[in-house]
């Protein structure tokens, strides 16, 4: 059984493709990329290899990134600010004790029903979200 030989595509590049080829192979010499086998990118054609050697991984970085788009937004719930010392519970955009704005959803954490708040909890919001679960008649909001 005779081993194939690999097979090359013949491609007509207009000018203005090449010269987008030559300036992404610049930057790319220039911040040391390299191919999948170590070898640095030297040649044009090393940028097509390099481009799809990384395509993979912008697939499925795409991907993934769908998945987060497509999963279901916590309405509520608990999250600390990067620049706070304490956890705000969150509801319509806004933390109960109104300081703070625009939560990330996707690291909220649901209501714990605690009937005392916690170390790391402002003491305002909590206060108002145990007003929040007489007012609707329950011990925890989910």
Request: hydrophobic share 30%.
């Amino acid at each position: 059984m005779s081993k194939e030989e690999p097979k090359y595509v013949e491609i007509d590049l207009s000018p203005e493709i090449l010269n987008k080829l030559d300036k992404e192979r610049d930057e790319l010499i220039e911040k040391g990329a390299k191919l999948q086998n170590g070898e640095p990118v030297k040649t044009i054609n090393d940028v097509l290899t390099y481009m799809l050697d990384r395509y993979d991984a912008y697939k499925a970085q795409a991907k993934a990134e769908q998945k987060i788009a497509e999963q279901p937004k916590r309405k509520e719930g608990w999250w600390k600010p990067e620049l706070s010392r304490k956890f705000h519970y969150f509801v319509d955009d806004r933390s109960l004790c109104r300081g703070w704005l625009l939560p990330n959803y996707l690291e909220m954490q649901e209501d714990t029903g605690n009937k005392e708040p916690g170390k790391e909890d402002c003491a305002g919001c909590f206060r108002k979200l145990v007003k929040r679960r007489q007012d609707l008649g329950v011990d925890k909001i989910v």
